[in-house]
């Protein structure tokens, strides 16, 4: 019953969380690039121009009776520069496991409740990481008994660190996790008794998805209007940089060296795995993971292309949970697929994680290349997280000190090819929240889509409490 309870609450949270999130936020990429999606790419277009031209009129009226020294972005090369480095976090003990799992379901942003229902968050999330513990900790115990996340992290913010000091910048940088330590309230606390005044915010996820990067940002968006003490800290954001020539060029060393393993690398099937998402994002909230995914591959495969490599890839998405639909085609369907079709020879490459964790210790090293061998797959490789390779520790530095003069002015950084606009966090936030998509109404009589909507979800909510009291009965 509890396994009923966790798919109907998936089921739930995907549907609702959808509902309220604007559009405006979003840059689509320059039209004469062929893109997937392009009804959708379309309406974006048009409500991007409509918020492009917003801002360029804030902006004007806001520097218009500044100097033009004021109104450019400024650098203040005599200050220390903070870089705080964006993660999601995992157990280090099979004991934090549980606790990890209900800071992720206590997240509105991963389980989105009506605002009527909220007061049950804390209950959802005890009952979904009590039942999910037991199966997470085989996981965790299979790859050692923790997760190397905060380890990797913070090798990567050493290496950060040194880098931009070998370019003559004077930088701390810190690691901030969304769900286990060092926790992202934590790590502001210390920016704050350092005494920083600039910062620049790198999430490290490549891609933009509003259920990563974007929860950590809103986590921020509260803690900077809640702290006063925070008001002298003029800081930009990053939201996405899959198209950095570093981190394109760096993937591809990585999947050149794991090819030469193979006898006949040409014929090698570069398989691309990335984080999947609900397809409802997508559709109806507009999250820019997948184009930016598409995009990612398309880039890594030219500059590929442009070194000789001509092998086949395919695109697919791990780690479904629930019965809604995610974005396809699933990791372990393509994987098949592959192998009826006479594949033998397959490299995987974990697109959207820079850091090896439970996704690419566990659920890709055993259980998709049990699966593979056992479709019919001959020669399994997978290309290693990204982690400290000093190409791409090179490309975050350049990318820090790209964004830097932008630090506490209109607007931010940001590169053409980026859906997301990058700029203070607060903004990127606020877009969001107050875009013009229309709310889900609350109540319709008939046959609607909302009166659909909002049945299912009381039918949800009954049958996940009725779950619940099963479960508590059991315990």
């Known amino acids: 019953m509890a396994a009923v309870t966790y798919a109907l609450l998936v089921s739930f949270f ?49 520097t218009a009776n500044m100097d033009q020294s004021e109104a450019e972005p400024q650098l203040e090369a005599a200050e220390p520069l903070g870089v705080l480095l964006l993660n999601l976090g995992g157990p280090e003990t099979l004991e934090d496991v549980e606790p990890f799992l209900y800071n992720l379901f206590a997240d509105p942003d991963i389980i989105r409740l009506p605002s009527a229902l909220k007061s049950l968050q804390p209950f959802i999330a005890k009952i979904l990481s009590s039942s ?39 930088a701390k940088v810190y690691v901030a996790m969304r769900y286990w330590k060092p926790f992202t309230e934590d790590s502001i606390e ?9 910062l620049v915010i790198l999430p490290l996820y490549p891609q933009f998805s509003i259920s990563t990067s974007g929860s950590s940002l809103r986590l921020l968006a ?4 809640q702290d006063k003490q925070l008001e002298d800290l003029k800081h930009t954001v990053i939201p996405s940089w899959y ?33 999947g998402v609900p397809k409802s994002y997508v559709d109806e909230a507009f999250d820019p993971y997948q184009d930016e995914m598409e995009h990612s591959v398309q880039l890594i495969m030219r500059e590929l292309r442009e070194r000789g490599v001509k092998n086949h890839e395919t695109l697919a998405y791990q780690s479904r949970v629930g019965p809604v639909e995610w974005l396809q085609p699933y990791t372990e369907d393509a994987i098949q697929d592959l192998a009826k079709k006479g594949v033998d020879d397959l490299l995987v490459v974990p697109i959207s994680f820079v850091n090896e964790h439970i996704e690419t210790l566990e659920e890709i090293d055993m259980e998709y290349r049990e699966l593979a061998e056992e479709a019919g797959i001959k020669n399994w490789g997978r290309v290693p997280a990204l982690n400290s390779y000093p190409v791409f520790i090179e490309d975050l530095a350049d990318a820090v000190l790209e964004a830097k003069p932008y630090i506490g002015s209109i607007g931010g950084y940001s590169d053409d090819m ?20 229309q709310p889900l109404v609350a109540w319709e009589w008939g046959f609607t889509r909302n009166a659909e909507t909002i049945n299912g979800r009381i039918a949800m909510i009954a049958l996940a409490a009725l779950s619940a009291v099963d479960l508590l009965r059991l315990m």
Not at 26 to 41: D, I
Not at 418 to 437: C, F, K, Q, S
């Open 243 to 275: 198209q950095r020539p570093g981190y394109v060029k760096a993937m591809c060393d990585l999947i050149e060296t794991e090819l030469e393993k193979f006898e006949n690398k040409e014929k090698v099937e570069i398989f691309f795995s990335a984080h």
């Open 418 to 437: 980026a859906l997301v606009p990058g700029g203070p966090v607060d903004e990127l936030i606020d877009t969001y929240d107050n875009a013009a998509e």
């Open 190 to 198: 210390q920016i704050k008794k350092d005494g920083l005044k600039q």
């Open 14 to 62: 995907a549907e609702a969380r959808v509902g309220n999130l604007p559009t405006s936020m979003l840059r689509t990429r320059p039209t004469t690039r062929q893109l997937p999606y392009s009804h959708r790419l379309s309406l974006l277009s048009q409500l991007g121009n409509s918020q492009q031209s917003n801002r360029k009129k804030i902006h004007s009226s806001v």
């Open 222 to 225: 509260d803690i900077f209007k």
């Open 132 to 170: 999910r513990a037991p199966k997470s900790k085989e996981a965790y115990e299979s790859i050692g008994g923790g997760s190397p996340l905060r380890e990797i992290t913070e090798q990567q913010a050493q290496a950060l660190e040194e880098a931009l000091r070998s370019k003559g910048q004077d």
